[in-house]
């Protein structure tokens, strides 16, 4: 699985997985999420343009991220999920936990409203 | 500088040129004797490289490759070549190289440089053609005899002798080349005496023991022998023998040692061809043959409505000892026979031509497999006993009037009879013994009723015997599993499941054993209504998604009047079938390895997953878990999303050592 990493800002990070977050590539997700947060404070966007398929280890990487950014004052939202992974989200209610957005740009402006 | 020289280097430098379009310089000291044109400059590289105490070194410089070879002499006497060339680096363009070094600074150190010079260059250049003629031969001549022949020639050419000879042990036996094509007298004994010796050996050290051994060689005035040590032991020597006392030089002893060295390596290299060349061919031939003995298969068999068959064969050699075959009996009735022959490889597959031969030719004239079996035993016991071999083999007549078979078993594995009704597997025993151990053995035939959805296999040893990495059989209870999980599909595609069965079984071991399958189904009224894709997957998370793959491939097919399956649908599914196949992998097997098995089936409205393994039970159904507050559990989403996906989930535990999921989806 390719994971692309782009730092917008020193606070935001935006971590844009390809192809399949299954439950063999969830684990390189999940450790790359940890890798990042060096730092408190960060809010990672998780973009999910290219994840065609996503299960439910997908989720956990998800939720393991989220939890590892609050520990340190950040947060993780999600951002651009395909039918198949707003389906995920949406069975598992965990479109209720992630903050979820249509578009990248909205996920980063939105840190941006909550770092003001 | 001695007109003579100079004429070696030059021939020298004619000679690289001609063989590799290069360009050649010699140095003595600091002087540059000859190579290319003196206003040429070396590149900074190279010329850097002729101070350092570097024997050979290569650089690729400007596209090309150039070599220094220096002698390790004293600074002031350091002869060095530079050579160039545009071929690719070769390491016999290197081995030359170090070899026109090693004779210079041979002759060089041997002599005292300036004194006899000349001498020892022409020595040299003696080696020097001979190597450079040697490989030439080699490229060429492909036959021992006609190589040892060769070199002799050659150095007959380089070096006046009385004789030359090389002698070589080749299966205990001495083969003996001479030039003057006289035998060499007590060859045994001087293989002998040289037994031990390090490079080559002259008359003064052999003389006493030749005079005690009164042999004829000391009539000789000079010999000079080098041992040829082929795989570490004296399997040969060569040598010169000349009339004058002391006639061999230190130039000589040098040549015959270079050039023994230079033939062992040679003979050996050959000898590794001839083997390679011998096993291509056999090759070749076991290619044919296995052409041949899948051409005696039928391709397909006759169509017969209500039935559906499918075969396969696959030999763990090229060719094999399991067969099958088809015919019609008397009354046009369908007759076929799985036979497995003792051993593997090329005799068991010479003896399935022979029985293939025999059913072929008795098939016609017969109506009950026990009389077929019989004549087929008959016919071939003495094949068979002289081979000291014999044959199982089921043979099966398929009576459409009846909706039944009929069969005679000798000895064969019990062949696989599933029950639609019961979904049990039955197995049918053995009807006599295997064909040539008794000439006229009394087969007995059995019958046996089928109803739609039943199906028989029958199968060689190869297949349930077949071992995983632990030494663990496949077994009936592997065979049936797979049978279990995949008998709604169509012959064809069990068979397929069933030969990616035993591939994960083996984990990737090559097959011990030949694997012959025939599958033979009864249709069911269901068959029309649905399309089952039967999957086999090794107990790895890896597989789950060659699973999700093949259900979100269906795209295509087309089902009920033009509705073809959506994405969206296909996605879903595909999604809930990974998490309980997940589950399946995490709970059922744990650390060790298994097999999940199963079908997807596509019916009147409705997606199925099948799931079958063989692993511990799942201790209590897993329930569907949901989480209030803000902070989510990291795990335990796969059966939310499963049960949110489905219209069914659920889980069995069949029997004694089955656990089934049934995943279901309305459209």
């Known amino acids: ?116 | 500088m001695d007109g003579e020289l100079s004429d070696i280097l030059e021939e020298i430098r004619k000679t690289w040129i001609g063989m590799t379009g290069g360009g050649f310089a010699c140095y003595i000291g600091d002087r540059q004797f000859l190579g290319f044109g003196r206003q040429t400059k070396l590149p900074k590289k190279v010329q850097n490289a002729l101070g350092h105490d570097l024997e050979i070194d290569a650089y690729t410089y400007r596209g090309r490759k150039w070599w220094v070879v220096q002698s390790s002499m004293q600074e002031s006497d350091r002869l060095r070549f530079v050579a160039w060339t545009k071929a690719e680096e070769s390491n016999s363009y290197r081995h030359l190289l170090q070899t026109w070094l090693d004779g210079f600074t041979f002759g060089l150190r041997e002599q005292n440089l300036g004194k006899n010079l000349t001498e020892a260059l022409v020595g040299a250049w003696d080696r020097l053609s001979f190597f450079y003629e040697f490989t030439h031969i080699v490229s060429r001549v492909t036959e021992l005899p006609e190589l040892m022949t060769e070199i002799i020639a050659l150095l007959e050419k380089v070096i006046f002798v009385e004789d030359v000879f090389i002698v070589l042990r080749d299966d205990g036996e001495l083969q003996t080349c001479t030039a003057s094509k006289q035998d060499l007298p007590d060859a045994d004994l001087l293989l002998s005496l040289i037994d031990n010796s390090v490079g080559p050996v002259s008359m003064r050290e052999l003389k006493d023991d030749l005079v005690q051994a009164g042999s004829p060689l000391i009539e000789y005035g000079d010999l000079l022998v080098a041992r040829l040590a082929l795989d570490g032991q004296t399997n040969g020597m060569m040598g010169f023998l000349d009339t004058l006392p002391g006639r061999f030089t230190a130039n000589d002893i040098q040549l015959l040692a270079s050039a023994a060295d230079r033939v062992c390596s040679i003979i050996e290299s050959m000898r590794s061809r001839l083997i390679w060349e011998e096993r291509q061919r056999i090759e070749r031939e076991l290619e044919v043959a296995a052409r041949i003995q899948a051409s005696l298969l039928p391709d397909e068999f006759p169509e017969i409505p209500g039935v559906d068959i499918a075969v396969h064969l696959q030999p763990a050699q090229h060719v094999g000892g399991d067969m099958y075959a088809s015919s019609k009996t008397q009354d046009g009735d369908l007759i076929m026979i799985l036979a497995d022959v003792a051993g593997k490889g090329i005799p068991a597959a010479i003896l399935t031509s022979i029985v293939h031969g025999t059913f072929r030719g008795h098939a016609p004239f017969c109506n009950k497999p026990a009389d077929l079996m019989k004549k087929i035993g008959h016919y071939i016991y003495q094949d068979l006993e002289k081979a000291d071999t014999f044959v199982t083999a089921f043979v099966m007549r398929c009576l459409q009037q009846q909706s039944a078979f009929e069969y005679a078993s000798a000895g064969h594995v019990d062949a696989l009879l599933w029950r639609h009704e019961t979904q049990e597997a039955e197995f049918l025993p053995g009807t006599g013994i295997p064909l040539g151990i008794e000439p006229e053995y009394p087969y007995e035939d059995r019958m046996v009723t089928l109803h739609p959805g039943d199906l028989l296999l029958a199968y060689s040893d190869g297949v349930t015997e077949s071992e995983d990495p632990e030494g663990k059989v496949l077994g009936l209870q592997g065979l049936s599993d797979i049978i279990y999980a995949t008998h709604p599909a169509r012959a064809a595609d069990q068979i397929n499941a069933l030969r990616l069965g035993l591939e994960i079984h083996r984990q990737g071991l090559p097959a011990r054993d030949d694997v012959a399958l025939l599958l033979f189904r009864c249709e069911h009224e269901m068959d029309a209504k649905r399309t089952v894709i039967p999957f086999v997957i090794d107990s790895d998370f890896h597989a789950v998604r060659s699973v999700v793959d093949l259900i979100r491939g269906l795209e295509d097919i087309v089902v009920e009047e033009h509705t073809s399956l959506n994405k969206q649908l296909l996605d879903d599914f595909a999604l809930a079938t990974s998490e309980i196949l997940t589950n399946q992998i995490r709970h059922a097997f744990g650390e060790s390895r298994g097999r999940i098995q199963g079908c997807v089936v596509i019916e009147a409205g409705r997606l199925i997953t099948d799931l079958y393994d063989h692993g511990v039970p799942i201790p209590e159904p897993l329930r569907v878990r949901t989480f209030n507050g803000p902070e989510p559990p990291e795990r335990g989403y796969g059966l939310m999303l499963a049960e949110g996906l489905l219209d069914t989930c659920e889980y069995h535990r069949i029997g004694e050592t089955r656990n089934h999921w049934r995943l279901i989806k309305k459209f």
């Open chain 1, 1 to 116: 699985m390719k994971i692309e990493i782009e730092r917008p800002q020193d606070s935001k990070i935006v971590v844009i997985p390809h192809g399949r977050v299954d439950v063999q590539t969830a684990p390189t997700l999940k450790e790359k999420l940890r890798e990042l947060v060096d730092v408190d404070g960060l809010t990672i966007v998780v973009d999910l343009q290219h994840v065609d398929f996503i299960d439910s280890s997908g989720l956990s990487a998800l939720v393991s991220g989220l939890k590892t950014l609050r520990e340190r004052g950040g947060t993780l939202y999600i951002s651009q999920p395909q039918p198949q992974a707003r389906t995920a989200l949406r069975l598992t209610l965990l479109d209720r936990v992630f903050s979820i957005f249509p578009t990248l740009d909205q996920a980063l402006d939105e840190g941006e409203l909550q770092d003001t």
